[in-house]
């Protein structure tokens, strides 16, 4: 493996290439990457990127976006596979109709949708942004937000505006169980509960904090606590515990699983070292959008990096 991750280093050098990772991929990849971060930190860093290769260490649409903000570049992704189950919950050809059958509302999208959602959106979010990205729009403004409806229900809780929610949610932080986290808490009642907001309510209700993978590291360390039960992908244990190497964190039961304790996603567990190997040397498979459908995503993304 040290083999394979040398070849990656060099192989990057030789053909100006920069690897953003998202916080859920494997340690061995999180390690070679020249940044790894949340969805909007990795939409911010995309546009920063002077290489001519980005090989996105992520799932589809987080490529995407990196290819919406960097037409002239290569943007390559490991396995085209790597989806996501709240892009896929939203079809272009129903979300149109649904945004068409309720006029003069605003369209908001979480980021974790196909380009071509985000043509059809005002608006794009993440989840560290969400909260902001919806209170900018003038109270009197109906709102359409889609594709999560556990995240908009959490940002109809906080903020107290009606939204129409499209139907999709997250198959990972969906196995959350209740019952079996409340059982842990028992265990550990001096625990802290933090949950990513793609859980669901009343997973939601339990923690002491909510909010995106970076927000989470960011409490973990900030916090004067000292043991966390932590809702969300268990990829984000590497990272944090490494930012917070002597304080105790514990991955959150989901329900299927008994064997294992914790929530890994199918879709970010794609990308291998050996297939970032791959993809860099053959530049394959690579991101690619029509024209027309990127520069009309475009511009509810820069509408978010502007409000951000
Ligand atoms: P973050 O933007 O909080 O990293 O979330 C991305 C994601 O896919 C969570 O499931
Ligand atoms: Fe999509 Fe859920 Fe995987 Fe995040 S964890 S990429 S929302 S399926």
């Known amino acids: 493996m040290k083999n394979l991750k040398q070849k990656i280093i060099t192989l990057k050098k030789q ?60 943007v390559i992704l490991p396995d085209l596979e790597a989806g996501c189950s709240l892009a896929a919950s939203c079809p272009p050809h129903l979300f149109k109709e649904f945004i068409e059958s309720h006029p003069n509302h605003t369209v908001i999208t979480y980021v974790n949708c196909s380009a071509e959602i985000k043509s059809l959106s005002d608006l794009v979010c993440t989840s560290s942004n969400a909260l902001k990205i919806v209170e900018s729009i003038p109270k009197n403004i109906p709102i359409i937000f889609a594709p999560d409806k556990n995240l908009g229900k959490y940002i109809i809780q906080k903020t107290g505006r009606k939204m129409l929610l499209w139907d999709g949610s997250c198959v990972v932080h969906e196995a959350f169980s209740l019952d079996k986290l409340i059982e842990l808490h028992k265990k550990n009642p001096d625990a802290k509960i933090i949950a990513h907001p793609e859980s669901e309510t009343h997973i939601l209700e339990t923690a002491s904090y909510v909010g995106s993978t970076s927000g989470m590291i960011n409490y973990v360390k900030s916090s004067p606590s000292d043991k966390f039960i932590v809702a969300t992908e268990a990829g984000i244990l590497y990272k944090m515990q490494q930012e917070v190497p002597n304080k105790v964190l514990i991955p959150a039961p989901s329900q299927e699983d008994n064997t294992c304790a914790c929530s890994e996603c199918g879709f970010m567990k794609m990308n291998t070292l050996q297939k970032v190997y791959d993809c860099l040397l053959n530049e394959v498979p690579e991101i690619t959008i029509p024209e027309d459908v990127r520069m009309k995503a475009l511009i509810p993304i820069q509408r978010m990096l502007k409000l951000s």
Request: charged letters at 25%.
């Open 15 to 74: 053909k100006n290439a920069v690897i953003l990772a998202h916080y859920y991929q494997e340690p061995e990849i999180q390690e070679i990457a020249d940044y790894v971060g949340d969805s909007l930190g990795l939409s911010q860093e995309a546009t920063k990127v002077e290489a001519d290769i980005i090989l996105f260490a992520g799932v589809h649409f987080m490529a995407e976006t990196a290819k919406i903000l960097n037409p002239t570049k290569k």
